[in-house]
C-alpha cells in the first residue's frame, strides 16, 4: 500500500510539473517567401504531436501538460482561414482551419533564455490533393570538438568518420524529395549528449539516428552493429560500449543529469506515458532491423552482430522518437579502419542506413507523408558532379533501372533534374 502511494506521489508530482507549461499566442504573419508562420509562446520545451485532416481541410497541434493562457489572433492570412485554441484536460489543443490543402511543416521549437517559441509554418499549392509535410530525420553524427571519440589505425578519429557518414546520409535524404534531415552537429563541434537528443525533439524528429565507429583492446575485433536504448545491455560489448559512455562522459549517468529549466525532462515523462515509449521501443527496433537487413546485404561490410542489440545509451532515450545507434565498424580492426577511411565504405554505411529508412516507413508510412501511400518510387533531384552509376549505387538500384525508368538511353543529365527511383 505504501508502495502505491508513493508512484502516486511521484505521478502526481510529475503530472503537476509538466503542467505548469503555459502556452501563450504571439502571432500570424506572412513571410516575404510565402509562408504563413504561426507563432506560440511556451514557458519550456513540451511533447508536441501535430497531424492533418482533409475535408475540412485543417492541422491539429496537441501541447501535452499545458495550459493555454491570453487571446487568440482572428485575423486571417490565406490559406490560413482561422486559428482555435481548446483546452482538453492537460493537453492545449491548436487547430488551424485552411481553406485549402497545403504543405505544411512539422511545428519546431526554439529555446529562448527564459522562454520556447512554437513555430509552425504552411504554404499554399494549387496542385496538392491534400494537406502534406516532409519526414524529418535526426541525423546524430557521434562525438566532436573536444571529444574525439575513439581513435584507431591508420591515424582516423570516430568523430571524422561518424560526420563524413552523416553528410553522405543527410546528401541523399536532402534531395530526395519527402525527407528531410536535420543535423545534430555539422562540423567539428561538441554537442553534449542532453543536447544531441533534445534538439531532436525540438526540431520535430520523426525519427533519430546516431552514428559511431568503435574501438577495442583487439585489432581482430571487426564489424557493424545496431543498438536500441535499454537499461538493461544485450551482450557484453553493449555493456561495455555503455560503461565507455559513462566514462567518456562523466557527467551523464542512466538519469538525465543536469537540464536546462526550461529542457524537456524525458525521464519523468517516461513514468506518464508508458504506452508511447513502448510504442518508441517496438518501432526502433524495427528501425533497427531494417537497417540491419540493408547492412547484410553491403558486400563490404561485415556484422558485428547480426541481430539489433540493446545498451543505454543516452542519446537513444527520448521517450517517443524511434531512436537506433549504428555502429559502423571497428576503428580499432585493420580492415574496418580501412573501408570507414575510404568514401566508398562509408557510402554504403550511409546507402544501408539510408535504405533502412526507407523501408521502415514502407512498413510504417507516416500520415500525411508521400509514404502515405506508400509509392512505388521515390523522386531524386540530380546535383551538380552527379552521374548515373554513383546514384545507382547510393540508392542500392542498377544503371540500366535507372535509365529504363525515366527514358534516358543516350540522354545527358542534368542539375536539377528530378528522376524516379523505384525502391
Not at 580492426?333 to 562509408?346: S, V
Not at 523522386?379 to 549505387?393: L, P, W
Request: one cysteine or more; a positive charge; glycine letters at 4%.
Amino acid at each position: 500500500m505504501k508502495k502505491i502511494i508513493f508512484l502516486s506521489c511521484i505521478i502526481f508530482f510529475c503530472f503537476n510539473s509538466f503542467a505548469s507549461n503555459k502556452v501563450d499566442f504571439v502571432s500570424v504573419k506572412e513571410l516575404p517567401s510565402g509562408e504563413v508562420r504561426i507563432t506560440f509562446k511556451l514557458d519550456k520545451v513540451a511533447l508536441i504531436k501535430s497531424y492533418a485532416l482533409d475535408e475540412p481541410s485543417r492541422i491539429v497541434v496537441d501541447i501535452k501538460d499545458s495550459m493555454y493562457q491570453g487571446e487568440l489572433d482572428s485575423r486571417q492570412n490565406y490559406p490560413l482561414k482561422k486559428v482555435r485554441i481548446n483546452q482538453d484536460g492537460s493537453t492545449s489543443r491548436i487547430v488551424l482551419d485552411l481553406y485549402e490543402s497545403v504543405y505544411w511543416k512539422k511545428p519546431w521549437q526554439v529555446q529562448k533564455k527564459d522562454h520556447v517559441l512554437l513555430i509552425f509554418e504552411i504554404k499554399k499549392d494549387k496542385a496538392l490533393k491534400k494537406n502534406i509535410r516532409d519526414i524529418i530525420v535526426a541525423i546524430d553524427a557521434g562525438h566532436g570538438g573536444k571529444d574525439p571519440g575513439a581513435v584507431g589505425k591508420l591515424n582516423i578519429l570516430e568523430k571524422d568518420i561518424t560526420l563524413l557518414i552523416a553528410k553522405e546520409l543527410e546528401r541523399t535524404l536532402r534531395d530526395t524529395r519527402g525527407y528531410n534531415p536535420v543535423m545534430i552537429r555539422q562540423n567539428d563541434a561538441f554537442v553534449d549528449l542532453n543536447d544531441r537528443y533534445q534538439n531532436a525533439r525540438k526540431v520535430g524528429a520523426d525519427i533519430f539516428i546516431s552514428i559511431h565507429a568503435d574501438a577495442f583492446r583487439l585489432a581482430s575485433v571487426k564489424g557493424a552493429s545496431v543498438f536500441v536504448w535499454s537499461e538493461e545491455a544485450s551482450s557484453i560489448t553493449a555493456d561495455n560500449l555503455s560503461k565507455k559512455e559513462l566514462v567518456t562522459n562523466p557527467e551523464v549517468n542512466s538519469k538525465i543529469g543536469k537540464l536546462n529549466v526550461n529542457d524537456f525532462d524525458e525521464d519523468a515523462a517516461r513514468t506518464l506515458y508508458q504506452l508511447a515509449y513502448e510504442a518508441k521501443i517496438e518501432n526502433s527496433i524495427m528501425l533497427g532491423d531494417k537497417i540491419l537487413d540493408q547492412l547484410k546485404l553491403d558486400p563490404y561490410t561485415k556484422l558485428h552482430k547480426k541481430s539489433v542489440e540493446f545498451a543505454d545509451f543516452r542519446v537513444l532515450k527520448s521517450i517517443d522518437i524511434p531512436s537506433v545507434l549504428v555502429e559502423s565498424g571497428f576503428i580499432s580492426n585493420p580492415e574496418d579502419a580501412a573501408r570507414l577511411k575510404g568514401k566508398p565504405g562509408r557510402r554504403m554505411i550511409a546507402r544501408s542506413i539510408f535504405l533502412g529508412i526507407h523501408n521502415y516507413f514502407k512498413e510504417k508510412p507516416k500520415p500525411n507523408t508521400f509514404m502515405d501511400p506508400v509509392p512505388s518510387s521515390v523522386e531524386y533531384t540530380i546535383q551538380k558532379g552527379d552521374v548515373i552509376s554513383e546514384i545507382a549505387i547510393r540508392f542500392g538500384v542498377s544503371v540500366d533501372e535507372i535509365i529504363n525508368l525515366n527514358n534516358l538511353q543516350n540522354k545527358p543529365i542534368f542539375p536539377g533534374q528530378k528522376i524516379k527511383i523505384a525502391i
